[in-house]
């Protein structure tokens, strides 16, 4: 079965630099969740998305800014990179329906490393 | 605000002993539910989920985990643990009502199983 596909898997950037994460959900799926794990956290929710539109937001830096295009995949931009930044992120997808709860899929992330 | 706790950071069993994870939750009303787990450097895999009904659930890899409302408590269980079994786990708790499914994560329990 498909599952969610996050590239880069790994990436390397300097401090100040500027990162994209992209997102590509399992196919029918239109909602993507961005989530950051930093070394030995519990993930925190970024934002989502849900028919392209910003669904909801949580702790996600003003330096950073996410979209969802017309094909459902979803970037993750991430700007003037700072070594807090240096963490795993996830995205997740769920099929739509937003009056309920769906599953969420999670792809194997992508860790960030700022030097 | 909602949160997830996980009061145990570190937990070591022996292969073949029972397991029981502990997670409470503070919440206005009786959030959704979910254990995930997460093997070093990999993503998040779900375990189980409660959404209704039985309070007791099964979920896959021999777990299940019960939901007391008197006590804001979803512990997870395995009446016999695998040296597979050795991961992170994360409670974690979405709200019921949509308009936003976040997962608020609680911070993990480290699972180590000694042979």
């Known amino acids: 079965a498909a599952g969610v596909i996050q590239s880069p898997r790994h990436l390397i950037k300097e401090k100040r630099e500027t990162a994209t994460l992209k997102c590509y959900p399992i196919p029918r799926h239109d909602t993507v969740y961005w989530y950051q794990q930093g070394p030995g956290q519990d993930p925190q929710f970024l934002i989502s998305f849900y028919e392209k539109m910003q669904s909801d937001k949580g702790s996600i830096p003003d330096r950073f800014s996410a979209q969802q295009f017309s094909d459902y995949h979803s970037e993750l931009n991430m700007s003037s990179l700072e070594l807090g930044d240096s963490a795993l992120y996830f995205c997740a997808s769920s099929p739509g329906s937003f009056s309920s709860y769906n599953e969420q899929f999670f792809g194997p992330g992508t860790r960030l490393t700022v030097l | 605000a909602q949160s997830v706790t996980q009061p145990d950071i570190h937990i070591t069993v022996s292969e073949g002993a029972s397991l029981e994870l502990r997670c409470n939750y503070s919440?206005?009303?009786?959030?959704?539910l979910f254990w995930y787990v997460q093997s070093p450097g990999q993503g998040l895999q779900l375990l189980l989920k409660?959404?209704?009904?039985?309070?007791l659930v099964q979920g896959i890899k021999g777990f299940e985990a019960e939901f007391k409302r008197s006590q804001s408590s979803f512990n997870l269980r395995k009446p016999s643990v695998h040296w597979s079994d050795a991961a992170e786990y994360f409670c974690a708790v979405a709200r019921r009502g949509g308009g936003g499914n976040k997962l608020t994560f609680g911070t993990g329990t480290q699972l180590k199983v000694e042979l």
């Open positions: 919440y206005g009303a009786t959030p959704y």
């Open positions: 409660y959404f209704s009904g039985d309070t």
